[in-house]
């Protein structure tokens, strides 16, 4: 169908992209979502956090090519969450698709959200897989709190997986969550709290990073704030969801955000010892919520922190002999330092 005007636009989902001095990623995530995007005269949102790059450009350049992208720029750096605040509460459609700039959709993706909203299927919230990383829990849906923090809390913080339904939006408690560093995950959490739900969780559907050679991805897990943000935030976010929530819940939902992320796995760790993440000044600040977030004991994470380089791979080929793990293919790459 050709698009006339912003009138004509689907009213069961739109696409927002919250972005920030990522012009790039944002030309590329543009390049691979309007051609979806058209098939079904989807709107995609723009909210710019005041970068100084050409963010702006680049969006009207895709204007021009698909009239139903619309652009917002705040005046000054509001920070992350308020900017995906912002983001989420520009449209009005049925559901509304939180988009990384740096993920990529699946183009069934948006069948299936526009499938469930055509049937007049009401659910609070739609989460699909990442990367296939979750693959031992069947698509269904979630009815119970406790359930759905246990099975895929870690999970819901990439916020490229949640699709949010219009009403959690506008009832959303965002003051409670702005400046934890989860307040995409935070909304959903407090929301279903205190009422009946439904969320449907799509197991068969994964949002992926945009491959793209010429750009090399670098995320939070890069910045010199990972650990504030993977340990302490982490820990204070979660501790911070309603007393509704079952302790033991929480506690499982905390340390499935290292694996889930892949952060505090043996090869995020090798990663982090190499940016000098991990090191004596950084133990001494977070050790206490190592124990709470990272499934090895702090004796081994201070040896990481302190130790040079060969004796950080001696004492992780110890940890895998010891473990039962897939032992000889995860101790070559060690001795050959690809993890």
């Known amino acids: 169908m050709e698009i006339v005007d912003n009138i004509n636009h689907n009213s069961f989902l739109s696409i927002v992209i ?65 900017n995906i605040e912002h983001a989420l509460k520009y449209p009005n459609t049925e559901y509304v698709w939180l988009l990384g700039d740096a993920y990529h959709i699946p183009e069934a993706g948006i069948k299936y959200v526009l499938d469930i909203a055509e049937a007049d299927k009401k659910y609070d919230a739609i989460v699909f897989n990442l990367t296939e990383k979750i693959y031992k829990i069947e698509s269904k849906d979630y009815i119970d709190q406790n359930a759905l ?21 506008k009832n959303a408690n965002f003051s409670r969550y702005r400046n934890s560093s989860f307040i995409q995950t935070g909304i959903i959490f407090e929301s279903i709290a205190s009422q009946p739900f439904a969320i449907h969780w799509v197991q068969s559907l994964s949002v992926r990073d945009l491959q793209n050679p010429i750009l090399k991805k670098v995320n939070w897990s890069y910045s010199p704030n990972v650990l504030e943000v993977a340990c302490k935030r982490w820990c204070n976010f979660v501790f911070s969801l309603p007393v509704s929530y079952d302790p033991d819940m929480k506690l499982k939902c905390l340390l499935d955000f290292g694996k889930v992320s892949g952060l505090f796995q ?51 080929i110890i940890v895998i002999l010891a473990s039962g793990r897939n032992k000889f293919d995860t101790i070559r790459r060690i001795v050959k330092d690809e993890v």
């Open 18 to 82: 919250p972005t920030y001095n990522r012009a790039r990623f944002l030309d590329y995530s543009l390049q691979i979502h309007v051609p979806l995007a058209r098939l079904r005269n989807i709107q995609i949102f723009v909210s710019d956090n005041a970068s100084t790059d050409d963010t702006k450009e680049i969006v009207n350049k895709w204007k021009c090519n698909y009239p139903l992208i619309s652009y917002y720029r705040s005046e000054t750096n509001v920070g992350p969450d308020a």
């Open 149 to 169: 923090l246990g099975d895929l809390g870690a999970l819901m913080t990439c916020l490229s997986c949640l699709v949010f339904s219009r009403d959690l939006i």
């Open 266 to 316: 043996l090869k995020g760790l090798f990663m982090l010892k190499r940016l000098d993440r991990l090191n004596i000044k950084s133990y001494k600040i977070y050790s206490s919520y190592y124990k709470l977030t990272i499934d090895y004991p702090n004796f081994f994470l201070l040896v990481v922190s302190i130790a040079p380089r060969f004796i950080i791979k001696a004492m992780a």
